[in-house]
């Protein structure tokens, strides 16, 4: 059984610029999360999808971050514009009635 | 809200000798509590979890944990360290009536000294 997969691995952008992370989650599974790790810091939760609807956004950061599960299958996060700040790795999540599976997760650096 | 205390960002631990990483957590409820390992390049991977059975739990690659609600601690250890064991480990705690959110430590970073 495939696990979580995320593209890109590593992703090297200018500020200013728009990035798209994806995000396979397990298949079945209906619960998807985005996490995200900033340097030095904690892994910190941004946003919960159940199938396609966003249960619970109270972790983004500002409305430069758009999260969409169309068809509650795969999940993209973009950012737009992206600035200094947001450089970390992002973790996508999925479970379903158990403990939570993560992917290797995507690391962003904005130069 | 729920909260996860992890002491010491690094721990060194020779190979060998017993593994102790300290893990304490708040909670309004009744939480499910899990560690996650980070190998180097790696995703992060399920050590265990506890889920209100038993509250010696074990998992994979030797460690196991001990929830005690009084002291609301989930510690993990191990009796020998292993070199492939230097990792980050993450304690997490999960609130089932907060939709099964994460939240996680700050980690601890493992180095295994031959």
């Known amino acids: 059984e495939a696990g979580v997969t995320q593209f890109p691995s590593h992703s090297v952008i200018e500020k200013g610029q728009t990035v798209t992370l994806r995000c396979d989650p397990i298949?079945?599974?209906?619960?998807l999360y985005w996490y995200r790790r900033v340097m030095g810091k904690e892994i910190k939760f941004l946003l919960h999808f159940v199938k396609e609807s966003k249960q619970d956004e109270s972790g983004m950061p500002n409305n430069r971050f758009l999260a969409e599960r169309t068809g509650g299958t795969y999940s993209t996060l973009k950012v737009q514009p992206a600035e200094l700040e947001d450089s970390g790795v992002y973790f996508c999540a999925s479970s379903q009635a158990g403990a939570a599976f993560f992917g290797q997760g995507t690391r962003l650096t904005v130069v | 809200a729920q909260s996860v205390t992890q002491l010491d960002s690094h721990v060194s631990v020779s190979e060998g000798t017993p593994v102790l990483l300290r893990c304490n957590y708040s909670s309004s409820y009744s939480p499910s509590l899990f560690w996650y390992v980070q190998h180097p390049n790696k995703g992060l991977q399920l050590l265990l979890k506890y889920t209100s059975a038993a509250t010696l739990v074990k998992g994979i690659n030797g460690f196991e944990a001990e929830f005690k609600k009084s002291e609301t601690s989930f510690h993990l250890t191990k009796p020998s360290a292993h070199m492939s064991d230097a990792a980050e480990y993450f304690c997490v705690v999960s609130d089932p009536g907060g939709n099964n959110r994460l939240a996680f430590g700050k980690g601890n970073q493992v180095v295994v000294i031959p």
């Open positions: 298949s079945g599974h209906d619960n």
